[in-house]
T-cell receptor, first 108, second 116 residues
């Protein structure tokens, strides 16, 4: 079993749609959780950290369920510019463990 | 915020040659640098962890004699792909960890290596 698992997609959605990504992790001792965004042939960029209480940043909402070892990302009112790969990342000590990424294409 | 500069951004080399990739921390001291490789449609895979002043730690399955890592100073870590082959063609990216538990890592811009 992979340490961090994501549905690779691709997700093809129209502009304005709401889309949800899920991620599970295997190490219950993991300390920190993140969603990164990666555009083609670029370095990953932090989208948001994920907390058990849930956190929201504009159109983006992230949630962590430690009991189920599950992380989610919700994108509301999708924009064309949201098209990218979204990477679920878990931190164990100083190492970041990366999911495969979920590809999102937002269509006009 | 902290910046990691990676160079070159793109390199094409012939089979059998060696390629050096540099990562510099511009406004902070990086005692540790992570080196990743990413193949198309794959996730970032940690290759090795370089530590300033000591030997790098390699992940299982990564050949230390092929991927030479040097971390000679607190601001520079290098990865040398020796005797490159076409199967080494990939996206290589470095990252310096942040100290805080819930803060981001700092990434270089990545190097796209093509071995022909």
């Amino acid at each position: 079993r992979k340490e961090v698992e994501q549905d690779p997609g691709p997700f093809n959605v129209p502009e304005g749609a709401t889309v949800a990504f899920n991620c599970t992790y295997s190490n219950s001792a993991s300390q920190s959780f993140f969603w990164y965004r990666q555009d083609c042939r670029k370095e990953p960029k932090l989208l948001m950290s994920v907390y058990s209480s849930g956190n929201e940043d504009g159109r983006f909402t992230a949630q962590l369920n430690r009991a189920s070892q599950y992380i989610s990302l919700l994108i509301r009112d999708s924009k064309l510019s949201d098209s990218a790969t979204y990477l679920c990342v878990v931190r164990n000590n100083r190492k970041l463990i990366w999911g495969l990424g979920t590809s999102l294409a937002v269509n006009p | 915020g902290a910046v990691v500069s990676q160079h070159p951004s793109r390199v094409i080399c012939k089979s059998g040659t060696s390629v050096k990739i540099e990562c510099r921390s511009l406004d902070f001291q990086a005692t540790t640098m992570f080196w990743y490789r990413q193949f198309p449609k794959q996730s970032l895979m940690l290759m090795a962890t370089s530590n300033e002043g000591s030997k790098a730690t390699y992940e299982q399955g990564v050949e230390k004699d092929k991927f030479l890592i040097n971390h000679a100073s607190l601001t520079l870590s290098t990865l040398t792909v020796t005797s490159a082959h076409p199967e080494d063609s990939s996206f290589y990216i470095c990252s310096a960890p942040s100290e805080g538990w819930n803060t981001e890592a700092f990434f270089g811009q990545g190097t796209r290596l093509t071995v022909v």
